[in-house]
């Protein structure tokens, strides 16, 4: 399997972006699908991910400001809005076959096994 994403780039605070991730093979509707980020010198954080059974969950910190979405089986998207400095990150989508009978929620993608190469984000 393999991803990769695009759409990331430089925006002023308060803007938004809308992130991509093409998956080489459908996976099955049953397998963890999500995004994650890392900051330099910070480890994987997990903001948005969708469970097998569809439903998405997100982290705190993008709550009401980000919404992840998916067309068919191979196309993941992450709107981005409001973006604030913090934001400021590698991007990458990552998917895995499901982990745990409360979903598909990660905080670091240790549970995950394919990853794209990531896109750049950048707030200022």
């Known amino acids: 399997v393999q991803l990769v994403e695009s759409g990331g780039g430089s925006v002023q605070a308060g803007g938004s972006l809308r992130l991509a991730c093409t998956i080489s093979?459908?996976?099955?509707?049953?397998?963890?699908l999500g995004w994650f980020r890392q900051a330099p010198g910070e480890e994987h954080e997990g903001i948005a991910v969708f469970s097998s059974d569809g439903t998405p969950s997100y982290a705190d910190s993008v709550k009401g400001r980000f919404t992840i979405s998916r067309v068919n089986a191979k196309n993941l998207y992450l709107q981005m809005n409001r973006l604030e400095p913090e934001d400021t990150a590698k991007y990458y989508c990552?998917?895995?076959?499901?982990?745990?009978?409360?979903?598909?929620?990660?905080?670091?993608?240790?549970?995950?096994?394919?990853w794209g190469q990531g896109t750049q984000v950048t707030v200022s």
């Open positions: 093979k459908s996976l099955d509707s049953s397998d963890c």
């Open positions: 990552a998917a895995g076959l499901p982990f745990s009978p409360m979903g598909c929620f990660s905080s670091t993608g240790n549970e995950y096994s394919y």
